[in-house]
Every structure is written in structure tokens, then in C-alpha cells.
């Protein structure tokens, strides 16, 4: 049985950005995108004594992630803030919301050009499918 | 989709429009805002008069099709602090689309029609009304506006654009066989991405379904002015708009808005001719392939490859083709545009909800083998 991989976590971070330069969804989907993009948790709290730090960044261009940054200090942004709490980042790393639908319904709150964003909406959705492949175990849930 | 948005009300009946100062009144609106195009003013003036009997209302009858963003700001200009209640959109899509641009204009002068998104709550200050005078574009029910700019098509949508009411009243409709095809078209091709997106729920496909019954049952007789298949045919469009409203359109849309945009073909019939090829590639997922099937299993068919060829055996019946050529485009010409062509497909956000991942080689493919 492959070993889960801890969420949030620097680990899970770096499986993620190596999943995603590897995801042929992704790679082609991707394609034109050149903003590095943040995730954040709204309600750290959940993490307190668990997790240093709430937020990591991804740097895409062109399909492919070629780093992460592991973020913890709340002025640090990027072009791109995607912000939910951490049960439904759950939700959505386990397919249970469309993320689209979350943005959509508020459950992901959406910080930059709007309309660049859209127009990437696809690789929203193979950005989760990639997600998805890791083998993950949530904070809360040890 | 987790979220339904529909018309607080919808009326339905044949010659309903004659009591439309009766329901706004009915609704608390005193003072409305008419929204229309010449050709339908021309053609209704004594009608509409006799609709606002009583009511305070002023009209604007110079909607152009594809409405340009600085015409729809200096229209709004003129008619904002007028305290309306209520902006009545009689029309097709572009004027439906118009009339709910001058409603955010008017709610909110300063905003950049541009920066519509569906994350960003509107707070419209007035109720849109909708009177649909073709049954295909789904605007009357559904958040998206489609206005154009410098730069081409602009696809905009928010919830909060969805109408309040809406009123379907099929003796508003054409006779004309050249509007009826390619709306009819339009409403079945919302209906089959409704079901393929990936946010379509139990909730839309329901309603989808239902219209592609309606749609394959009733547009030829439509086209012959039958009363009832066109009153039919009234109500399967705007079920295929609340369907599609909430769960989505997906690649036909992206390759159709594309293609109809260079090419410049009717919406209806630029989407149509996309259906077969993007049921087919999105037919490899599993999932996908089941509603399709589930499809053709409502309309009494025994397998997707069957559906197919009743598809196609459809389109030729009502005359919407199914391959470029017949559109007597050069063949050079358009292989040279292919690239161009996906370029612009794959930046249109319909694909969001396309349930396989398509990417620029995919989208170029599509085009160049539906010469």
C-alpha cells in the first residue's frame, strides 16, 4: 500500500507540484498560464499546534509547476489567492465539491483577474484531478 | 451544481403578454423600462402599447444583435435615476442580454460591465423581466450575458442576473424558418452539454432530457407553424436554459463560439455543428458515455452509436449541418484557421465544464476532421 502523504504539509505540497508537471490534463490545460498562484486556508486555527503555516504557492507556467513556496507569513500574497476553509479545501481534494462549483458558490473565494481565471477554468478541474492521485492523510484527521 | 438559480416566476400560456401590466402590477412594478429591437417594436408597437396600459413606462427599441459594451453604457446612461421597478426585455437573446446589462448599469453606474464574474454579487435595483421571442437562446432563465467588445464575443455571467420573472408567451414567436432552426438547434444543443457537464445534477438532466423529447418531437412541425409544437418548443428552450444555467454548456459551446465568431455563422447553427464531434470525444469518459446512453434510453434507443445517427438523421430533417463544408466555407481557408480556431476554444470558460480535459492539439483535431 503506498503511504499517505500528510495534508497540509510541505511533502504533500511537492507531490503536488511534481503530480501536476506530470499530469497530461494539466500540461494541456495549463498551457498559456504564466501566474504563480496561492492557496489559503481560512480558518488556521483548525491547524494550531498541527501545521506552521496556512498558505503555500504554487509557480505554473505553461503546465507544468516549477516550485512551491511554503508560506506562513499572512502579508506574503501572489497574483492568484484562492482562500477556503480547511474542510472544504478536504472536500475538494476529495472530489467531493466541483471546483468550479465551489468557486461558484463562495466556498472558494477567488483574488485576481477573474476573467484570466475563467478562461483557465479546465485546468481548475485537472488541478483537482491531480490533487486527487495523491494518497493523502488530513491533520485533523491523526 | 449545489446552487439552483431560477425565475421567481414563469409564466406560461399562449397571448399571456396582453395582461402584462395586470402582473407587474401585481408585482409592485409602476414604473418600467421597455427593452426591445426594431424589428420586434415594428412588428408588436400596437401590442406592446396595449401591454403597458396603465403603467408608467418609457421604451428603448435600438438593440442591435451582439450588443457592443460602450453602445449598452451610453444607452444606460440615459435612463439611469429614472426610478424604475422594473426593465421588461422583449426580444431574443441579444435583447434579453441588453436589458440585463442596463439593469447593472442602472443598479450601479460605476461598474465595468467587463468585470461581470460570478463570484461578485450584482445587487440589481430593479426586477428584469423577460418576454423571449425566440425559443432557443435560454437568456430568459439563465445568469450568462453575451455582449462584444474591441477584442470579440465577451461571455459574462452572475446569478444575480438571472431574471425574476419571465414570461412565455409562444404567439410572440417567428414564423420565419431561418430563426426557428437555428434557436430549436441551440436549445438542443444546450440541453445534451447540460447533461455532459460536469456539474450537471439529477435536477438538470431531468429537465434536459425532457427538452431533447420535446425538441426532437416537436421543431419540425415548429418550422410548419403547427400552434402547439411551437408552443412546445417555447417551453423546451427555456428548460434547456434553467438546465444548462445550472449546471453548464461545455465543448460544443467553446468550439461553436469559436467557430462562429471567424466564420461568422449563426450561434445556433455554429454550436449545432459541433454537437456529434463533442458527444463523441467526450462519449470516452464512462461517466459521460452513461448519460448519453441514459439519453437515448428516454427517447427509446438502444445504444450511443444509435443516438448518434437519430442525431444526425434530425439535423438533416430540419436542415442544420453537420459538417463545415455544407456551410460551402473553402476547405483551404478554413484548415489554414484550425490553429487560430483553437487558440480561441481554448480559452473560452465553457470548457470548465466539459467533463474530458480538452487541450489546444484536441480542440485543433475536433476542427480540422469536422470539415
Known sequence: MTDEILFPSEEWVKEYCQRLSNSADYNKSGKGWKDPIMFRISDPDVLKGKVGFDSFILNLKDGICEGTEIVSDPAKTAPYVLTASYSNWKKIIGGKINPTQAMLTGQIKVKGNVTTLLRYASAAIAMVKAAQTIPTRYVDEQ | MSLYELPRKIYFQRDIFDD????????????????TDNNIYAKWKERIEKAMDGLKWDIFSDVFPEPEIGYVESVASKFSGKGYDGIVAIGGGSVIDFAKSVAVKISDPDIDLNSINPFTPLKLKVKLVSVPTTSGTGSDVSFGIVLTDSEGKLALGNYDLVPYMDILDPSMTPNERGIIVPTGIDAFVHSFESIA????????????????????????????NEERAK?????AATMAGMAFSNSGTALAHALGHSFGSVFHVTHGTSVGLFLIPSIRFNSREEETRKKYEAVARKISIDSLDSLIQEIERFFKRVGQPTKVRELNINREE??????????????????????????EDDLRTLFQENY
Open chain 2, 334 to 359: 478554413y484548415i489554414k484557421e484550425c490553429d487560430h480556431l483553437a487558440k480561441l476554444a481554448l480559452r473560452d470558460s465553457e470548457l470548465a465544464f466539459n467533463p474530458v480535459v480538452a487541450g
Open chain 2, 20 to 35: 402584462l401590466s395586470q402582473i407587474l402590477f401585481g408585482e409592485g412594478m409602476n414604473s418600467v423600462l421597455v427593452v
Open chain 2, 231 to 235: 408552443d412546445n418548443m417555447h417551453l
Open chain 2, 197 to 224: 457537464s460536469n456539474t450537471s445534477t439529477p435536477f438538470t438532466d431531468a429537465l434536459a432530457e425532457k427538452a431533447i423529447e420535446l425538441i426532437l418531437k416537436n421543431l419540425e412541425l415548429a418550422i410548419k
